[in-house]
């Protein structure tokens, strides 16, 4: 397992993912609708994990309320209270090279259903 310097969300998205999905598609599949606290919003960044890999990362600009963004609403279909989706841009490409490829396994403990685990948050 790598080691994330950053403030960091990892996002897990296994039922959404698809290799070869385009780079809007993966945004909003990882974007959208999550049970999350305040803590969120200390996250810089967000990677998208599928198979304990990321497939990109995100610098994260605002957190809205789930549904708030009309492309999240369509992907997620209708947004449960109390939820929440990011806005941001695929980061930098030294901050892409250094992660996307790499394995975060040992940050979800085994067990663990959750889809995202904060890192230095």
């Avoid at 449960?80 to 930098?92: H, L, N, Q």
């Avoid at 396994?105 to 085994?110: E, S």
Wanted: hydrophobic share 35%.
């Amino acid at each position: 397992t790598m080691k994330i310097d950053e403030p960091t969300m990892l996002i897990r998205i296994p039922q959404l993912y698809r290799p070869g999905m385009s780079r809007g598609a993966l945004y909003e599949a990882t974007r959208g609708h999550w049970k999350v606290g305040p803590r969120r919003e200390r996250a810089e960044l967000a990677m998208a994990v599928a198979g304990g890999i990321v497939r990109e990362v995100y610098e994260i600009d605002a957190w809205h309320p789930a549904g708030a963004t009309p492309e999240a609403a369509r992907v997620h279909r209708e947004a449960p209270p109390k939820r929440w989706e990011f806005t941001g841009r695929v980061a930098d490409d030294a901050i892409r090279r250094r992660y996307i490829g790499g394995s975060v396994k040992d940050y979800f403990r085994r067990g663990n259903q959750h889809p995202f685990a904060y890192v230095n948050c």
